[in-house]
């Protein structure tokens, strides 16, 4: 699956009163995110996959190529790629400190807010009549992911959940969903990727896409409640 299409949750069309900001915003998220490897798409898609002119694109591009994020290259293999695609190896300071700048209270309701979208988004996925196109989106979303190395973890993890939103056809709760993700993933950027957890989180997806592909609703929450628990729970055993 090509990497644009991962990215629907988030860039999403932006309003014409607002382009560049929206744009500038919608791009930061990406990045921020982890949704690219490398650099961003060509602008030809990004352009259409938003809704704006490339010329918008190009000022919004400049904008975060001047604040540090974006390096912009011309020639047959230019394009706007990430100043820093290959994060540092976390470590526990950095977890503490990425809870210190939150505050424990805001930590709690960022928690409480995913889990609330996240299972709210499972059980709408899961009574919508999926199309088979769209089944097997979710199935090599699930692929992806359970398939990722140590590497690659985070960036698919997150291009799967934010997959279940979107393909509920709710932008609202697809930009919900990133908003909610986007405010833990400094944390979770902060916590190691380990085989076992990820093999661990491997289980629950596959029990989250199940109880959607069945039409289980129920199931379907009961799943991604267990899974996120567990996520809490490791940022908990990171910060004793």
Same mark, same amino acid.
């Given at each position: 699956?090509?990497?644009?299409?991962? !990215?629907?949750?988030?860039?999403?069309?932006?309003?014409?009163? +607002?382009?560049?900001?929206?744009?500038?915003?919608?791009?930061?998220?990406?990045?921020?995110?982890? !949704?690219?490897?490398?650099?961003?798409?060509?602008?030809?898609?990004?352009? =259409?996959?938003?809704?704006?002119?490339? #010329?918008?694109?190009?000022?919004?591009?400049?904008? !975060?190529?001047?604040?540090?994020?974006?390096?912009?290259?011309?020639?047959?293999?230019?394009?706007?790629?990430?100043?820093?695609?290959? /994060? /540092?190896?976390?470590?526990?300071?950095?977890?503490?400190? *990425?809870?210190?700048?939150?505050?424990?209270?805001?930590?709690?309701?960022? %928690?409480?807010?995913?889990?609330? #979208?996240?299972?709210? *988004?499972?059980?709408? %996925?899961?009574?919508?009549?999926? $199309?088979?196109?769209?089944?097997?989106?979710?199935?090599?979303?699930?692929?992806? #992911? +359970?398939?990722?190395?140590?590497?690659?973890?985070?960036?698919?993890?997150?291009?799967?959940? %934010?997959?279940?939103?979107?393909?509920?056809?709710?932008?609202?709760?697809?930009?919900?969903?990133?908003?909610?993700?986007?405010?833990?993933?400094?944390?979770?950027? *902060?916590?190691?990727? %380990?085989?076992?957890?990820?093999?661990?989180? =491997?289980?629950?997806?596959?029990?989250?896409? $199940?109880?959607?592909? *069945?039409?289980?609703?129920?199931?379907?929450?009961?799943? #991604?409640?267990?899974?996120?628990?567990?996520?809490?729970?490791?940022?908990?055993?990171?910060?004793?």
């Amino acid at each position: 699956m090509d990497e644009l299409s991962r !990215l629907t949750a988030v860039l999403r069309p932006v309003r014409a009163g +607002n382009a560049f900001e929206e744009t500038v915003e919608r791009l930061l998220q990406v990045i921020k995110l982890g !949704l690219v490897s490398e650099k961003l798409p060509p602008e030809r898609e990004l352009a =259409a996959q938003l809704g704006i002119s490339r #010329v918008t694109l190009r000022e919004a591009i400049r904008e !975060l190529q001047e604040a540090g994020y974006l390096e912009v290259r011309r020639g047959r293999y230019g394009g706007a790629f990430l100043t820093h695609n290959t /994060p /540092p190896q976390p470590h526990r300071d950095d977890l503490r400190r *990425a809870v210190a700048d939150m505050g424990t209270d805001d930590l709690s309701d960022a %928690l409480t807010f995913r889990m609330a #979208v996240e299972c709210g *988004a499972a059980q709408v %996925l899961a009574t919508t009549p999926l $199309t088979p196109e769209r089944r097997e989106t979710l199935r090599e979303r699930l692929r992806e #992911v +359970n398939s990722a190395g140590p590497e690659d973890y985070r960036r698919l993890d997150t291009a799967f959940h %934010l997959a279940i939103a979107e393909l509920t056809g709710s932008a609202l709760l697809a930009g919900a969903c990133a908003d909610a993700r986007l405010r833990v993933t400094d944390l979770l950027n *902060a916590i190691p990727v %380990l085989q076992r957890n990820i093999e661990h989180a =491997a289980l629950q997806h596959q029990a989250i896409v $199940t109880a959607i592909l *069945a039409g289980d609703p129920e199931a379907a929450r009961r799943a #991604v409640a267990e899974h996120l628990e567990g996520t809490a729970a490791l940022l908990r055993g990171f910060l004793a």
